[in-house]
């Protein structure tokens, strides 16, 4: 018997494309689901340059990536407050996943040379990343406050109301040590119930527990394991904003950023944060 023309459809062959559904008259299909036609319709280039489709492109999908990072956070924070650490890992680990995203997105923008991106960079004005509403929230649900940067989003109430909600409660650093006290570990007062708009200061006591966490981490594995996540999480957030601060170095040099900023030196001033200070310490002192 002759094989069959695999060029010819075959709607009895369970592999072939002639058994997929094709008529979505009353149901949703891929583009309906994803709303394809709306997120498309957000792609609008000012310019004719042809780098500025890259620029928009990488921009809108970190914006998504952002969401689902903030998504995440709220959600393993939510489970953290309740005493709760084992799904809160798998949580962290997809933000994790996430980051990497991010930063890859990078590689992408790099192929983008000086010259074209002066093509375009005058004709959105003073529009920056400094002024991502979810890239601040990611940053204070991780502990890095600073009211401050607040300022931009003063125009939007419905931006700026999340935001000094989440800038003045507990960050994700801030659950961690409530935790560490609830397993019996001294942790001061002072920090449990600081101001939590303020940035985070490393503490003595902090770090004492910390290290009978890790001293003992069979005693203690919830939380260990849930420091090592953390670090997984600040280590990613370091790489992501290296790539950014080497990508503008690289597109724009030492040129003012766009939203005012000095561009590739404040955010080489950046990468000095450190959200979970001793839990980079806790290796020095083991």
Do not use: C
Not at 181 to 190: A, F, N, V
């Amino acid at each position: 018997m002759p094989d069959a023309n695999p060029d010819q459809p075959d709607p009895a062959n369970p592999d072939s494309p002639e058994r997929a559904y094709s008529d979505f008259t009353r149901s949703l299909n891929y583009g309906d689901y994803l709303r394809i036609d709306t997120l498309m319709s957000a792609h609008q280039p000012v310019t004719q340059a042809h780098d500025e489709h890259l620029f928009i492109a990488v921009h809108h999908v970190s914006e998504v990536w952002l969401n689902l990072i903030v998504q995440e956070l709220r959600a393993a924070m939510t489970l953290l407050s309740a005493g709760v650490t084992d799904t809160p890992l798998k949580m962290l680990s997809r933000v994790v996943r996430a980051q990497e995203q991010m930063t890859n997105a990078w590689e992408v923008l790099k192929t983008m040379t000086p010259a074209d991106y002066l093509q375009f960079r005058s004709a959105f004005g003073r529009a920056s990343g400094f002024q991502s509403a979810q890239y601040r929230m990611m940053e204070f649900l991780l502990g890095n406050r600073n009211a401050m940067l607040l300022r931009p989003h003063q125009h939007r109430p419905d931006l700026y109301g999340p935001l000094e909600a989440v800038l003045n409660a507990p960050s994700l650093y801030d659950l961690a040590l409530r935790l560490l006290s609830e397993r019996g570990l001294d942790i001061p007062p002072s920090v449990l119930e600081r101001d939590f708009a303020q940035p985070y200061i490393q503490d003595e006591a902090v770090l004492a527990a910390w290290l009978t966490v890790y001293r003992d981490p069979e005693r203690y594995w919830d939380v260990y394991e849930l420091a090592e996540k953390l670090i997984d999480v600040e280590d990613n957030f370091r790489r992501w904003r290296f790539n950014h601060l080497t990508t503008v170095e690289r597109t724009i040099g030492f040129k003012t950023g766009s939203g005012g900023t000095s561009g590739a030196g404040y955010l080489r001033k950046a990468l000095d944060t450190v959200l979970f200070p001793e839990l980079w310490q806790v290796r020095t002192e083991l």
